[in-house]
Nanobody, 126 residues
């Protein structure tokens, strides 16, 4: 099983980036997919998660209204669309997958996820 995150880069504040999580050895439409990020000197942080089989999407309050998630079952990918980026969004972004589904009010910490991508750097300049 392998997840690969891509699409990171350098963008000015207010700009947009689209990250992609591509999977091999696992079918993403049968898994909950989450995005996490880790800034230098900080702990890993939950960004958002979309539960499989039509489940809900949960967002960290810091990204709600700016970030969205989109699945492409044909390509076995899950994209993270990031708009209105802020310097505080600068981090390495990771995608992860699990069979677990999440309910409203839950904030995953990452330990629930079995599979992880290698991360892609997002840098937002002010």
């Amino acid at each position: 099983v392998q997840l690969q995150a891509s699409g990171g880069g350098l963008v000015q504040a207010g700009g947009s980036l689209r990250l992609s999580c591509a999977a091999s050895g696992v079918t993403l439409n049968l898994h909950t997919v989450g995005w996490f990020r880790q800034a230098p000197g900080k702990e890993r942080e939950f960004v958002l998660v979309n539960s499989w089989a039509g489940g809900i999407t949960l967002f960290a309050s810091s990204v709600k209204g700016r970030f969205t998630i989109q699945r492409d079952n044909g390509k076995n990918t899950v994209d993270l669309q990031m708009n209105s980026l802020k310097p505080e969004d600068t981090a390495v972004y990771y995608c992860a997958a699990t069979r677990r589904r999440f309910s409203t009010g839950v904030s995953p910490n990452g330990n629930e996820f079995n599979y992880w991508g290698q991360g892609t750097q997002v840098t937002v300049s002010s």
